[in-house]
């Protein structure tokens, strides 16, 4: 009984984000799915909904992502014709973006690691003393 509660919070929160999404979709076009888990982090971060009630079929969920990917990945074998004029432009943008999204995190967390060390104490930076 608890992983249907558990699986009820997760579709309810879907639904609410495809209905939201349905809403909005003449201003902005938003997936459904991510206003969903956008409102459920804000409900988990706010504790309108407590981490124990989703925590186990959310830790099933994603461990268990590959499946997800089956679909997408056979919709694009599929159409593989269709995609076959284009791929090496596909690759060109994949290895660009790749590229470009490794500097920006590394960018972020150089910045942040600067902060963090900058406000940390001379004794707490983490070195051992001797003596």
Not at 14 to 38: R, T
């Amino acid at each position: 009984m608890k992983i249907y509660k558990q699986l009820f919070w997760i579709f309810l929160f879907s639904f609410i984000g495809e209905i939201v999404s349905a809403i909005i979709a003449s201003f902005i076009a938003i997936p459904g799915s991510v206003i969903g888990m956008v409102l459920l982090f804000i409900a988990l971060h706010t504790k309108i909904l407590r981490l124990e009630q989703v925590d186990e079929i959310g830790t099933w969920l994603t461990d268990n992502m590959g499946i997800f990917f089956v679909p997408a990945g056979v919709g694009l074998m599929a159409n593989f014709g269709i995609l076959a004029d284009t791929w090496w432009q596909l690759l060109i943008i994949m290895v660009v973006t790749t590229i470009l999204m490794m500097a920006f995190v590394g960018r972020i967390v150089q910045f942040v690691k600067r902060k963090v060390e900058k406000g940390l104490p001379k004794n707490q930076g983490g070195g051992t003393h001797a003596g």
